[in-house]
């Protein structure tokens, strides 16, 4: 397989130098560009209180992204909800806890936040059975969270804040790309809804960074060619420079098995 365009699902980063793309554009020679397959809309407030929500019954919010962030103080201020200092933040990583300044006085609130992933912010959930929990979120579950808050006996209400939708591509040939780059279920549903009649074959190979993402594109009836985080690749940068030398090893065989057979 040869790889010369890539399409990441992504916005492009405001400074590509400082991430491992521009280490692939420069070692493999390839072009990489930057897509956004999703975008999000907000839920209004009415429909929280349709529901009879109530942010004030909770003392403590589960935070997985900065996008929840948002969400969770835009309805506030919709609602004329006074978010109160006592309310305990728990945080799946370390950027996103640090992200809650933009909206509070991050020393003077009771903040907390694993090191690497969810299951070892449950850890720290669990010392705070006592709490009312509510999580802001997606009307596309990406992690099963729920799964796990159930089984660790956490009682916990999941709000709908903001919904995942397809963006319009229409103005991208996807037959132009001999790899593509995924980071959600979400993107992927994104390239069905816009390529109906896209078909992988054997010359494109498709990635994906998380385990739902990686399910989620087997699940579609594509092949995963690479997925991260794993051992050996911890981002998804590395697993696309594994695949790529991985690729270049074959062609080189193939190259000298037929330069022997001359």
């Known amino acids: 397989m040869k790889v ?34 999703i975008k999000v809309e907000d839920v209004d407030s009415a429909e929280l209180r349709q529901e009879k929500i109530h942010l004030a019954d909770y003392t403590a919010i589960i935070l997985t992204s900065r996008t929840a962030i948002d969400h969770f103080f835009r309805i506030a201020k919709e609602m004329r909800y006074t978010v ?43 010392k705070h059975k006592e709490e009312k929990f509510f999580m802001p979120c997606s009307n596309i579950v990406t992690e099963d969270y729920n799964a796990m808050l159930t089984d660790a006996k956490i009682e916990c209400r999941r709000f709908v804040l903001f919904r995942t939708v397809p963006s319009d591509l229409s103005h991208i040939d996807i037959k132009n790309y001999d790899m593509l780059v995924f980071f959600s279920p979400a993107g992927i549903e994104s390239l ?31 092949t995963l060619n690479f997925g991260a985080p794993t051992a050996t690749a911890p981002s998804i940068t590395t697993a696309i420079e594994q695949f790529l030398n991985e690729e270049n090893k074959k062609e080189r065989k193939t190259r000298a098995k037929a330069k022997s057979n001359e």
Request: charged fraction near 25%; charge should be positive.
């Open 4 to 37: 010369k365009k890539i399409l990441v699902s992504q916005p492009k980063p405001t400074d590509i130098t400082k991430t491992g793309y521009e280490n692939i554009i420069t070692k493999f020679k390839v072009s990489i560009e930057f897509e956004k397959f």
């Open 192 to 222: 069905k809804k816009n390529f109906p009649d896209f078909t992988q074959g054997d010359n494109v190979a498709i990635g994906g960074s998380g385990i739902s993402t990686c399910n989620a594109i087997t699940e579609a009836g594509f």
């Open 84 to 126: 109160p200092e006592d309310l305990k933040y728990f945080c799946v990583t370390e950027n996103t806890a640090l992200y809650l300044q933009h909206y509070i006085q991050y020393r003077k609130r009771k903040i907390f936040f694993s090191k690497q992933n969810f299951t070892e912010l449950l850890e720290l959930i669990k």
